[in-house]
Structures are given as structure tokens and as C-alpha cells.
């Protein structure tokens, strides 16, 4: 998984509950993903980092916050929690977003359920 | 909204056939093209990039790009049955106004390969 890591691996939570997941990478790359994969809708992003402490929005941040206080480290976090939000999560991670190499790595994902 | 399509399939085909997938995207602008193999229950993982009209080959895997018809193709020559999984197209393309860009998915083409 390119060096990539996300904890925790599996939760289940109620609704209404703060949610936290991490990513971690090894790889020093700049660019960093969020995205959830549902049946039916595939793989969509959440949030995307392009650097420490630069983030932005992709098609299906509502509901969502993002932070990155260290290259390494990307969170993702679910202010209060819906069974909307029960999905897996993959964080992914590039070397670069503007010009070549711009291949995707992702992690071993998070299955998330919200009861 | 950049759209990317998939065949839903299923598809079936026999150990040692050929095996088509194909993936059409709306963003004439589009310069950069990829196939993910995603196992179920596993993350995706990258197994073709292709930037450049035509085919590349890698192993028994063969991308083919026409960028007039905006249609990218994945040819697996000498299927096995390990080769069973859900085969992901994404899109490369540029935000307007913005100089990064970001992947966009199709919904995924699971193939299945009996023996």
C-alpha cells in the first residue's frame, strides 16, 4: 500500500458521535486524499491536502473537516456523525498534482458504519 | 460535473481469453488516464497509467487511449482467474481556474474469469 497506513480500520459509532480517521504516509508526498466508495456511486472525493496546513474541498465535503498539521499525517474528521456517512474512506496520496507523475496510492481504507 | 463511464458488466470471460473493459469521460481536456484493480473487500491499486494516444503495454496488460473519441480502453491478454476483480477508470482533470487537478472515477467494471 505504498507506504501508507489508516487507523482505525474498522468502527462503528452512533449518530451524533465525533469521528476521527487518520491517515498516514512514509512517502514524503505532497498531495493527499480522502475519499468514500459507496455501491452504486464509486469512488468520490472528500477532501484533498496539497500541502501542510493546505486543504481544500472535493464534490462531497458537507459533513466533513480535514486537517494536516504534519506532511506525514492527514485527518479526517465527522464534526457529529449520520448513517448517511457509514462507507469505507481511502485516503490516497501523489508525489505531484500539477505536472507528471501524477499517479494515486491509496491505503488499506476504513469501514465505517454509523448506527 | 466531469463524467466517467463504465461498462457495469459483469463481465465473464474464460482463463485465456481476452478481456475489454472500456471507459468513456465527458472533459475533452483530459490529459491523463489510469486503471486501478480493486479486489473486493481491498483498496485500489494502480496497475496502468497512460498519458499519450495509442497503447502501452506493461505484462499482459495493454492500455489503448484515444483522445479524439475520449475513450481509454484495458485490454488483459491470457486472463487467469486471479485477474477477477472490479477494474476502475479514472480521469485526470483540471479544475477551472486552478493549475491542480484531480482524479475522477468510473463506477468500476467488475470482470470475473472462471476457469
Known amino acids: 500500500d505504498a507506504g501508507i497506513t489508516q487507523s482505525p480500520r474498522h468502527k462503528v459509532t452512533e449518530t451524533g458521535t465525533p469521528v476521527t480517521l487518520r491517515c498516514h504516509q512514509t512517502?514524503?508526498?505532497?498531495?493527499m486524499y480522502w475519499y468514500r466508495q459507496d455501491p452504486g456511486h464509486g469512488l468520490r472525493l472528500i477532501h484533498y491536502?496539497?500541502?501542510?496546513?493546505?486543504?481544500d474541498k472535493g464534490e462531497v465535503s458537507d459533513g466533513y473537516s480535514v486537517s494536516r498539521s504534519k506532511t506525514e499525517d492527514f485527518l479526517l474528521t465527522l464534526e457529529s456523525a449520520t448513517s448517511s456517512q457509514t462507507s469505507v474512506y481511502f485516503c490516497?496520496?501523489?508525489?505531484?498534482?500539477?505536472?507528471?507523475?501524477?499517479?494515486?496510492?491509496f491505503g488499506p481504507g476504513t469501514r465505517l458504519t454509523v448506527t | 460535473q466531469k463524467e466517467v463511464e463504465q461498462n457495469s458488466g459483469p463481465l465473464s470471460v474464460p482463463e485465456g481469453a481476452i478481456a475489454s473493459l472500456n471507459c468513456t469521460y465527458s472533459?475533452?481536456?483530459?490529459?491523463?488516464f489510469f486503471w486501478y484493480r480493486q479486489y473486493s473487500g481491498k483498496s485500489p491499486e494502480l496497475i496502468m497509467s497512460i498519458y499519450s494516444n495509442g497503447d502501452k503495454e506493461d505484462g499482459r496488460f495493454t492500455a489503448q487511449l484515444n483522445k479524439a473519441s475520449q475513450y481509454v480502453s484495458l485490454l488483459i491478454r491470457d486472463s487467469q482467474p486471479s485477474d477477477s476483480a472490479t477494474y476502475l477508470c479514472a480521469v485526470k482533470s483540471r479544475e477551472r481556474g486552478s493549475t491542480l487537478g484531480r482524479l475522477y472515477f468510473g463506477r468500476g467494471t467488475q470482470l470475473t474469469v472462471w476457469p
Open positions: 490516497a496520496i501523489s508525489e505531484s498534482s500539477a505536472r507528471p507523475p501524477y499517479e494515486q496510492y
Open positions: 512517502e514524503n508526498h505532497r498531495y
Open positions: 472533459d475533452r481536456g483530459s490529459q491523463s
Open positions: 491536502s496539497y500541502g501542510v496546513k493546505d486543504t
